[in-house]
């Protein structure tokens, strides 16, 4: 009997917990066709995914119905003191990007969103303001999806700057991480073609794509957990201190401070991630660049904290224009 592909979704097969007993069952697709692999109540021993990894079987099938129960067993393995950091962080990713997942795709975004508050709070709990140690976590596991893997990098990047800048007010840092998930969400409402879009954006296209912000201010305009800061984050992003930014063109206190946390963080993460048409910058580099970016663009009390780790003998600046959202990052050398 074939099943019904619909009926599945997919999860990356290192995201599987290995050694213990699975309350949900695992499917395999082989030849087009959807096969049962594991029941729920085996075990998936650690040689037989090294085996899937080496046969390059890189995704696994789970039935929706059971999206649930796979969620509660990797948050098992979060909250448990005794996993390896490695673990946590990887599934703490692989929770993360579910939910992204769903932030785009399901229609029911105000649902979606109250949930990401659990999930942000145990981020916030295994972030130091170790910027390494958040960027290792970053590159525990890649995904194809450019913005999905953004918004969880941006969250991240942003409790970690949060917690550097503001210090260790937990619901402070919360709210951060909760701005970085959704600050992108309005991209939901831009058409893909855009998004995608491998050359240059013509003036009505980025027109459109400058939207984003508020496209994303309003969609959490009635979901009643996400804060008004929240919302904030989500419109102010774009907004530069010398109110060169969009879409309101703010200046300086009239931006919050957590907006020009999520700013610097959305920039960082677009320069240290690989994209089909350039390279992945080392973190170090990219502080680098961002440090010679012209003045006005980031708020300096928040980068300074960035710039004192850095070295400053550099001659790569960034174009003028540079933008996260544009889909081509253009870098120059200084003269
Ligand atoms: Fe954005
Ligand atoms: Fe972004």
Redesign the pocket.
């Known amino acids: 009997m074939k099943l019904d592909q619909n009926r599945f979704f997919l999860v990356r097969t290192q995201s599987i917990p290995i050694g213990r007993r699975l309350p949900f069952d695992l499917f395999l697709k082989i030849s087009g066709d959807i096969i049962l692999f594991k029941r729920s109540g085996d075990i998936l021993p650690q040689r037989r995914l090294e085996d899937l990894i080496k046969h390059s079987i890189k995704e696994i099938y789970l039935l929706k119905n059971q999206k649930t129960l796979y969620l509660n067993s990797l948050k098992e393995i979060v909250k448990d003191p005794d996993s390896p950091d490695e673990l946590r962080g990887r599934f703490i990713k692989e929770t993360a990007f579910n939910h992204i997942e769903d932030l785009f795709s399901n229609k029911d975004v105000s649902t979606v969103a109250e949930e990401s508050t659990d999930l942000v709070e145990d981020m916030v709990e295994f972030i130091s303001t170790d910027l390494s140690a958040a960027t290792t976590l970053m590159k525990l596991s890649t995904h194809d999806y450019y913005t999905y893997n953004?918004?969880v990098n941006?969250s991240v990047y942003s409790i970690a700057i949060c917690k550097s800048v503001l210090g260790d007010d937990k619901k402070l840092l919360v709210t951060a991480g909760l701005g970085g998930l959704l600050?992108?969400l309005g991209k939901r409402k831009v058409d893909l073609k855009i998004i995608n879009k491998p050359g240059k954006l013509d003036s009505q296209e980025w027109e459109e794509m400058k939207r984003h912000p508020g496209y994303g201010y309003d969609l959490l305009q009635d979901v009643p957990t996400i804060s008004e800061d929240i919302k904030r984050i989500v419109h102010e992003?774009h907004e530069h201190m010398d109110g060169t930014g969009y879409p309101k063109g703010l200046t300086e206190t009239q931006i919050l401070k957590l907006s020009r946390i999520a700013s610097v963080a959305?920039v960082f993460?677009?320069l240290t991630t690989k994209r089909s048409y350039k390279e992945a910058c080392p973190a170090k580099e990219a502080l680098e660049i961002m440090a010679n970016m012209p003045l006005g663009k980031f708020d300096p009390n928040v980068f300074k904290m960035l710039e004192t780790k850095l070295d400053k003998k550099t001659d790569i600046t960034l174009d003028k224009s540079v933008d996260?959202?544009l889909p081509h990052l253009h870098f120059k050398k200084a003269s």
């Open positions: 953004h918004s941006v600050h992108d992003h959305d993460d677009a996260p959202c």
